[in-house]
């Protein structure tokens, strides 16, 4: 068995397509044994069966990350199928685009729940499976969880949410000596359907203007691709990453090096 980590067995949520699934296909192809999950049957199953026709140890599960009782019976099924969970990216988020005096408690709930409850719900059931052997906890954050936007406070939060919730699961785990390391990675603007269908959502006449923009902000001058998130995925989920834990990875085109 070859490449990068070979044998491990690894959980991506939101993995039927964006940072997931280029995710999914870099830790396949240096050995891993992928899940990927998410709440599009139709595309999950397409893109895992797509990744198995190459050669490459992928399944798909169709998982409601919002659903604690669905998080317990794909930890179980995990387990009983491969023996071991060695790696869980929280990969699945949502974005919405409100300003304060628009966004409404039912938005807002939505939010928190995809973007943050999920990822604890996630991260307490792969502390219960990796605890007597150790792994690799990847909590999916974004460079808005580092600096604010007027359009996305509810996301911005979430995001925040998630960044500080890593530190401190990462900082129990270690002190519990589970060796479990837990870390954030925070993209930027990633051409991805979450941010096409964020720019979508706006008045047709006003979405090329916002996308160039949004890249005018970026230093190096252009959104980035999928797989360059899914190479710190790979990095990560990798002994290569094993004095990192309570860490953050930020890959924005240096947005918020300004």
């Known amino acids: 068995m070859t490449g990068r980590i070979p044998g491990k067995v690894g959980l991506i949520t939101g993995g039927a397509g964006g940072i997931g699934l280029a995710s999914a296909q870099a830790c396949a192809r240096e050995g891993a044994i992928v899940i990927i999950s998410d709440i599009n049957v139709t595309e999950g199953e397409k893109q895992a069966q797509l990744l198995s026709a190459q050669g490459l140890q992928v399944s798909f599960i169709a998982q409601d990350v919002t659903s604690e009782e669905g998080w317990r019976l794909v930890m179980d099924r995990i387990i009983a199928e491969h023996g071991q969970l060695d790696v869980l990216v929280n990969n699945a988020g949502i974005v919405a685009l409100a300003p304060i005096e628009t966004e409404t408690l039912t938005g807002w709930r939505k939010v928190q729940a995809v ?16 605890k007597a052997s150790g792994g690799s906890i990847i909590n999916m954050s974004s460079m808005e969880g580092i600096i604010g936007d007027p359009m996305h406070l509810a996301y911005n939060a979430s995001k925040g949410a998630v960044r500080i919730f890593s530190k401190s699961v990462a900082l129990d785990c270690a002190q519990r000596g589970y060796g479990i390391r837990v870390n954030t990675i925070h993209p930027g603007f990633i ?68």
């Open 115 to 130: 973007n943050v409850e999920s990822v604890f719900m996630g991260t307490r059931e792969a502390i219960r499976v990796m």
């Open 191 to 258: 051409v991805t359907p979450l941010v096409i269908n964020a720019l979508a959502s706006l008045p047709a006449d006003q979405v090329e203007a916002m996308r160039s923009e949004l890249i005018s902000r970026v230093p190096l001058g252009r959104m980035g691709e999928p797989q360059e998130i899914a190479n710190a995925v790979l990095f990560m989920a990798s002994d290569e990453s094993s004095y990192m834990t309570g860490s953050e990875l930020i890959i924005d085109g240096g947005y918020t090096a300004k």
